[in-house]
């Protein structure tokens, strides 16, 4: 069975690394979706997203890692996935997983969502503050794996 792992990735941390490679023991196939949102603003672009999460996850045979603009549940349909991957950091994530949850089965009841607490060392680690660590000049170098923080440099060199 193949299970799928959405989000937006932007940029991909060490807690999305790990439960990928937590979810990719599961399951006989994981595919990481990263969301071509307009709803947000990015730092990267889905593209540039999905090449540094294949770059992160190189050594996990069975993951493949994709694009996808518009609903989870559509693109679940077309690959013949029933099974949703969410990590989870916090309590305070689990209302909107809830959330989600409840509608993607009600957008299709075939849909089973997994939660997935993130490990440990990795709960603290969100996106956006890694993004404004890596903004001031911060080491993120124990929060992104290593094709991400070349790439944070490199982003932000361009925008100073």
């Known amino acids: 069975m193949t299970a799928v792992y959405p989000g937006s990735f932007d940029p991909p941390t060490?807690?999305?690394?790990d439960v990928i490679e937590r979810a990719a023991k599961i399951f006989g196939g994981l595919c990481v979706v990263v969301a071509n949102s307009s709803r947000k603003d990015a730092l990267f672009s889905?593209?540039?997203r999905k090449v540094l999460l294949e770059k992160s996850v190189k050594h996990l045979k069975n993951v493949v890692?994709?694009?996808h603009d518009?609903?989870?549940v559509d693109y679940m349909k077309k690959i013949k996935s029933r099974v949703i991957i969410r990590g989870l950091r916090a309590v305070s994530d689990f209302e909107y997983e809830l959330a989600m949850?409840?509608?993607n089965r009600k957008l299709y009841p075939k849909i089973e969502t997994f939660i997935m607490m993130t490990g440990e060392n990795y709960y603290?680690?969100?996106s956006h503050t890694v993004k404004e660590?890596?903004?001031?000049?911060?080491d993120v170098s124990q929060l992104v794996p290593k094709?991400?923080?070349d790439a944070l440099k490199k982003k932000l060199h361009k925008k100073r």
Do not use: F, K, R
């Open 101 to 103: 949850a409840t509608m």
């Open 124 to 126: 603290y680690i969100a």
């Open 70 to 72: 518009g609903l989870t």
């Open 14 to 17: 060490l807690g999305h690394i």
């Open 65 to 67: 890692v994709d694009i």
């Open 133 to 138: 660590v890596a903004l001031h000049g911060g």
């Open 147 to 149: 094709p991400v923080v």
């Open 46 to 48: 889905a593209s540039e």
